[in-house]
């Protein structure tokens, strides 16, 4: 396999359900990022990895939390999400920072629904 | 704060050209890039500018303008192909990707 991919495609979920969005990359990339596609509205950047360590975390609730296990494996864990969290979750992975941040590769998405 | 604002829709016809404007303030700047999303698929890097003039790479331009704040991505000979969301985002001076909303581009024949 080569690029960046995810991990279910599609995924209903209830609000008390817990479930986890995985992303793998094979591009050899340093840093990994998770980001919120809302229909007609901008992506918004989660969180940012870069060597397994977190750099950012842009105020997302406590509900969304990540997880690093090396360079090439992320992980977004899901509990008690609302209807709002509805939405297409990117991830994504670039060449290390700072340099070749705005270059990003990204996976197929995952298609989350909250019911 | 930081935005950036580019149309929300446009439509063109196929074999003509097509200009998508893009305007940002962010905290500092470090590029404008360029990206393509089609329908339920992944956005891909199109273009990256760093510094004022227009970069070429074949049927699709960028250009930066950075004392106005302002890009535009021209294509060229469209093709139906070539129908797609065209996202524009700023670099800001963390190194992060300030995103606009995107340009849905309508090819008709």
Not at chain 1, 84 to 109: I, T
Request: hydrophobic share 35%; proline share 4%.
């Amino acid at each position: 396999e080569t690029g960046v991919t995810q991990t279910p495609r599609h995924l209903v979920m209830g609000m008390t359900n817990k479930k986890s969005l995985k992303c793998e990359q094979h591009l050899g990339h340093n840093a990994m990022y998770w980001y919120k596609q809302s229909a007609k509205k901008p992506l918004e950047l989660m969180f940012v990895y870069n060597f397994k360590e977190q750099t950012e975390n842009n105020s997302v609730p406590s509900r969304f939390s990540p997880e690093c296990p090396n360079s090439s494996h992320l992980f977004l864990h899901l509990h008690t999400l609302q209807p709002e969290d509805s939405a297409l979750y990117l991830c994504a992975s670039s060449q290390d920072l700072p340099d070749r941040a705005g270059e990003a590769f990204f996976g197929q998405g995952t298609r989350l629904t909250v019911v | 704060g930081q935005n950036i604002d580019q149309p929300t829709e446009m439509t063109a016809t196929e074999g003509a050209i097509v200009q998508i404007n893009c305007t940002y303030q962010t905290s500092g700047f470090n590029g404008l890039f360029w990206y393509q999303q089609h329908a339920g698929e992944a956005p891909t890097f199109l273009s990256y500018n760093v510094l004022d003039g227009l970069e070429e790479k074949g049927r699709f331009s960028s250009f930066l303008s950075r004392s106005k704040g302002y890009s535009y991505l021209l294509l060229k000979e469209l093709q139906m192909k070539d129908s797609a969301s065209y996202l524009c985002a700023a670099l800001d001076s963390n190194y992060q990707l300030i995103w606009g909303a995107g340009t849905k581009l309508i090819i008709k024949p």
